[in-house]
Each structure stands twice: as C-alpha cells, then as structure tokens.
Nanobody, 122 residues
C-alpha cells in the first residue's frame, strides 16, 4: 500500500486546513490509520489514530477539541480536519497505516507516505 498526504499550506492562527491521506494498493478500511507530524528539530509526534475495524480512535492532548479524523471508504481516503490552528501546529504531517485488522494503536505503523507541510503564522 502507498499512502500520500496532501492538503497542507500556509494559514494564519485560528485558521483551518483539511489534510487528506489517500491510499493505493490496499483498502484503508481494514487498518488503523495514524497521522503524525514532525517539526524542525523535533521528533516525530503521533497526532491521531482512527480504526474503522472497531471504531477505536486517539487524539494527542494538544489537538483535542481542534482536530478530528474522518474516513471516506468510497474514496479510500482518511481526513484530518484541523481547526483553530496554532503556530505550534507547524510541521510536516504524515499518514501511516497499521497492520491489517488493527485497532488503535496498532502494533506498528508502516507505509509512511510523503508528508505535507503545514505552516501556521502568528
């Protein structure tokens, strides 16, 4: 499976973006999908996880109340809706998939796709 994140851009504080994780070669419906971000000079951070296998989900505390995830099985895509963005959300965002049949969190993530840059100006 290949994953591709898109939808990043430059927004002002308080703005919104919707990131898309598109998959080819497999169906995202049967795996947990995670969103990650990595800011310059910092380690990669897990932002969210959602599994349609059992409905389990996870959001890191710093984005709760601002970010949500959604899935469109027909389009084989997963979305990360980001509202009320803050400068500290600035990072490259990636999506990755867990093993087949995984719930959140999966045993391991793989298939990290090319990331998309999100920049939030103050």
């Amino acid at each position: 499976v290949q994953l591709q994140a898109s939808g990043g851009g430059l927004v002002q504080t308080g703005g919104s973006l919707r990131l898309t994780c598109a998959a080819s070669g497999s169906t995202l419906e049967y795996s947990a999908i995670g969103w990650f971000r990595q800011a310059p000079g910092k380690e990669r951070e897990g932002v969210s996880c959602f599994s349609a296998v059992d409905g389990s989900s996870y959001l890191v505390d710093s984005v709760k109340g601002r970010f949500t995830t959604a899935r469109d099985n027909a389009k084989n895509t997963v979305y990360l809706q980001m509202n009320n963005l803050k400068p500290e959300d600035t990072a490259v965002y990636y999506c990755a998939s867990g093993e087949l049949g995984s719930s959140c969190p999966p045993v391991r993530y793989s298939n990290y796709g090319q990331g998309t840059q999100v920049t939030v100006s103050s």
